[in-house]
């Protein structure tokens, strides 16, 4: 079965600092992966994704990640973080067996103070 | 404006009262499905349904039921089966064909069984 770690529970960050979050996904076959964030009191939303091509993905807000099949990791990076970052970002894994199942990690609390 | 509609927001029950949690959306989407969020847990899949008139279990069914007779709805029925039912429920919609899709959040509902 497909899992997905995030090793960081809890990150705190000053503004400016930048920001590297871990993901790790268990799947030999082809995935698709995917970013969502959760700001304080609102819903799920996407932040980004990979489907294939470039393993370089911008996403939303400055965001970006990358995909290195070889280590089966797709991090999620920004240079400089902003106190409206403060949220809850979960990496998500759908691997490529016909159907659109997503499979989360338990999440990364992001602080950022001011 | 198109978007996932869950209610009740918030919920509190007995313990033993069963309680169904409803989801509708415009989106036109096909699959729909349900998600429970813990603490330091992420999100755990709890049913799926691919059309109307099927849905299959999650990674976590037990103590749950849902039904799919129409697209637009999927309710989530939490019976007093569920050994620990207080969580934030989570419904999605799936957008795309195949598998190049991204998931769409409603706000959530949180049930706490007194």
């Known amino acids: 079965a497909q899992s997905v770690s995030q090793h960081n529970h809890h990150v705190i960050l000053s503004e400016a600092a930048s920001l590297e979050l871990g993901c790790n996904y268990s799947y030999g076959g082809t995935v698709n992966l995917f970013w969502y964030v959760q700001y304080p009191g609102q819903h799920l939303q996407l932040l980004l994704k990979?489907?294939?091509?470039?393993?370089l993905v911008k996403g939303i807000k400055g965001f970006e990640a990358e995909f290195i099949k070889s280590k089966f990791s797709f991090n999620l990076r920004k240079p400089s973080v902003q106190w409206s970052d403060t949220a809850e970002y979960f990496c998500?894994?759908?691997?490529?067996?016909?159907?659109?199942?997503?499979?989360f990690g338990t999440g990364t609390r992001l602080l950022v103070s001011p | 404006d198109g978007g996932i509609t869950q209610s009740p927001k918030y919920l509190f029950r007995k313990e033993g009262q069963n309680v169904t949690l409803s989801c509708e959306q415009n989106?036109?989407?096909?699959?729909m499905y349900w998600y429970r969020q813990d603490p330091g847990q992420g999100l755990r899949l709890i049913y799926y349904?691919?059309?109307?008139?099927?849905?299959q279990k999650g990674d976590i069914a037990e103590g749950y039921s849902v039904s799919r007779e129409k697209k637009e709805s999927f309710p989530l029925t939490v019976t007093s089966a569920q050994k620990n039912p207080t969580a934030f429920y989570l419904c999605?919609?799936?957008?795309?064909?195949?598998?190049?899709?991204?998931?769409?959040f409603g706000e959530g509902s949180r049930l706490t069984v007194l």
């Open positions: 989106l036109n989407h096909d699959a």
């Open positions: 998500a894994v759908n691997a490529n067996t016909g159907f659109q199942k997503l499979v």
């Open positions: 990979y489907f294939s091509g470039d393993p």
């Open positions: 999605a919609s799936f957008s795309g064909t195949g598998l190049t899709g991204e998931l769409f």
């Open positions: 349904s691919q059309i109307v008139n099927d849905f």
